[in-house]
């Protein structure tokens, strides 16, 4: 492909001049066209300061940078040999390599033309070189030291020469097919990425307009029983004659919507669960404009669980309960544990959290984004936008955790090959996001990422100090093995706290698949283990290991621990009448 690289040329040419008929078409169609206003801080993540740290530690460490020097010069000049004898014709082994999961140089050229060959492997040669050398060099504060880490890898994934069109051949070989065409798609696509986030760039994950909650996605039938300004609760319908006599709550996050429990029928847990016979509740949470700015962390608690426990009481006759906690629902839902723990309120029987955490001792690289000149950042970028944290921040950050896949991959397909997204459930709901009032996220950041003070005991709610020892119900605890966003480390960390009797269970891959796992799919593994030994790597050596979802480990000690059966409760049958038909109208709120 790259022999015909002068109709490549004259294609490129003639597409940089005609992207400025795209971009004045595109603003006499679109007279709001949102500009870049220049408003934002320009390091709203206090990255220079952490490059600063790092400059003056490489200045003190001149032994090390020599060193590291003399290294990289070593592998240039293997790299320059070794391609000198693949040119001639031999069978040579690589200098570099990419890892397994890297996809970026899947395509047979990367290999098999030297050109590119040579540039792959001096990026990856440099690459390495960067990054050995920022985890080496000594001197530095940890927390400092770590986000040179984590920005030192954004910087190298952005200079990937997969992310160049003249390099990458898959954009090259689409190039040349339509004759540039996909460079003007993808100049449209961009344009209207911008223009979406109001200047900013919000890149486009999936086909946005053919999802809608209640008609292709949460599809799951049920009614909503109860609501009030922070949240609905809907109560799903039964599929078995006999259900558990104790209902279940589950409570998500609510920096996501609820419905990633809800996708389609095939992987819904929310369906599953009932098919399991049991009385399912779930809160969705508003998508809170600035009327709810001052709403607290506590008034959650309040609002979302201890409201959410009355109506289920209402609804169903049942005081006791067992309940789910999803992420930063689940750390809402041990906060709300500990203080009913306080007040001797014991409605709640079993907890079970879904990769979610209590002790952020080992809370990975959300860490990062938590320091006070960052916190001041983000209150001032909230206070501007009328006391909420806009979604698209919480998901720039999420994305940023994984950019080669969830930033670069699409900027490739969607600008440079200037294909439209797919249709992709998980990837639409990814984009669904919500805000969150300020009061309730910066406390969330400072009291449990910053301070850990809920683990440390030092968390006082409502004149309450919270101390997780004290509760002693039954806990089974979900981790990921390749969770970015809870790792698995600080999940047991957490199940360590309580005071009951706490079961923990390993689940392949991460944050969302490893939750979101249905048992029919017969995809991944778990590993279980029923005693809680002093440290992970301790619970890991004895730990049984199984092919498929965790589902059905969890369901047989739900089943163990919440016993009983009654006749199938329907929706509206109790004091509380239906509002209104399930996923809700709070969902249907965008940002």
């Known amino acids: 492909m790259y022999a015909d690289f002068d109709a490549l040329s004259e294609y490129i040419s003639d597409i940089t001049g005609k992207s400025q008929d795209v971009f004045n078409d595109y603003i006499q169609q679109n007279p709001d066209f949102k500009k870049v206003t220049g408003e934002l801080a320009l390091d709203p993540l206090n990255v220079n300061e952490a490059f600063q740290e ?55 050229a990367w290999e098999e033309n030297p050109m590119l060959d040579f540039i792959k492997q001096s990026y990856l ?69 911008l223009d979406r986030g109001d200047g900013n760039l919000s890149i486009k994950q999936t086909d946005t307009e053919y999802f809608t909650p209640g008609v292709n996605i949460a599809t799951s039938p049920g009614s909503v029983i109860y609501q009030n300004d922070i949240m609905q609760l809907i109560q799903y319908n039964p599929v078995t004659p006999q259900v558990s006599k104790r209902p279940m709550i589950i409570f998500p996050p609510w920096i996501n919507k609820f419905y990633i429990l809800d996708l389609q029928p095939k992987n819904s847990f929310i369906k599953w669960l009932t098919e399991q016979g049991r ?48 992420c930063i629902g ?151 093995e390749t969770d970015h966003i809870a790792p698995y480390r600080s999940i047991y960390n957490s199940a360590k706290l309580y005071g009951g009797d706490v079961r923990y269970t390993l689940a392949g891959s991460g944050h969302i698949a490893g939750v979101v796992n249905h048992p029919s799919r017969n995809k991944y593994h778990h590993s279980v283990n029923d005693e809680l030994p002093e440290s992970v790597e301790e619970w890991q050596e004895n730990a049984t290991r199984h092919s498929g979802s965790w589902w059905t480990h969890w369901i047989k000690w739900l089943n163990e621990t919440s016993p009983g059966h009654v006749p199938a409760r329907t929706p509206g049958e109790g004091k509380l009448k239906p509002i209104e038909a399930a996923p809700g109208s709070y969902v249907l709120v965008k940002s």
């Open 330 to 480: 689940g750390t809402m839902l041990s906060t709300a544990l500990s203080y009913m723990a306080q007040i001797g309120d014991d409605r709640i029987k079993s907890a079970t959290f879904f990769t979610a955490q209590s002790d952020f001792t080992e809370a990975g690289d959300l860490q990062l984004f938590v320091d006070d000149p960052q916190l001041d950042a983000i209150a001032k970028q909230m206070d501007a936008a009328g006391g909420v944290l806009e979604g698209r921040a919480m998901a720039t950050t999420f994305n940023m955790l994984r950019s080669n896949d969830l930033i670069w991959s699409f900027v490739i397909d969607n600008y440079l090959k200037g294909k439209e997204p797919d249709k992709f459930d998980l990837l639409f709901w990814n984009s669904d996001a919500t805000r969150m009032p300020k009061n309730v996220h910066l406390f969330y950041l400072r009291e449990y990422y910053q301070k850990n003070r809920l683990a440390n005991k030092e968390m006082i709610m409502d004149g309450k100090r919270l101390d997780l020892s004290k509760v002693t119900i039954p806990i089974y605890m979900q981790a990921g």
């Open 279 to 326: 009385t399912v509740f779930v809160v969705s949470w508003v998508n809170p404009g600035s009327d709810l700015k001052e709403k607290t962390f506590f008034d959650y608690i309040k609002q979302g669980a201890f409201e959410a426990l009355d109506a289920v009481e209402q609804a169903t006759g049942e005081k006791d309960v067992d309940t789910i906690g999803y």
């Open 54 to 108: 790092l400059i003056k530690g490489l200045s003190q460490d001149p032994g090390t940078v020599m060193q590291r020097q003399f290294k990289l010069w070593g592998d240039f000049a293997k790299l320059m040999a070794n391609s000198q004898r693949k040119i001639a014709g031999e069978d040579v082994r690589p200098t570099a390599t990419p890892e397994i999961n890297d996809k970026r140089f899947n395509h047979e």
């Open 125 to 193: 040669i440099t690459t390495n070189w960067l990054q050995s050398t920022v985890k080496e060099l000594e001197g530095l504060e940890e927390h400092e030291h770590k986000k040179a880490l984590f920005y030192t890898q954004q910087f190298t994934d952005a200079l990937s020469p997969s992310n160049f069109a003249v390099l990458n051949p898959e954009v090259v070989e689409a190039t040349l097919e339509s004759k540039g065409e996909n460079l003007l798609k993808g100049y449209k696509n961009l344009l209207e990425d």
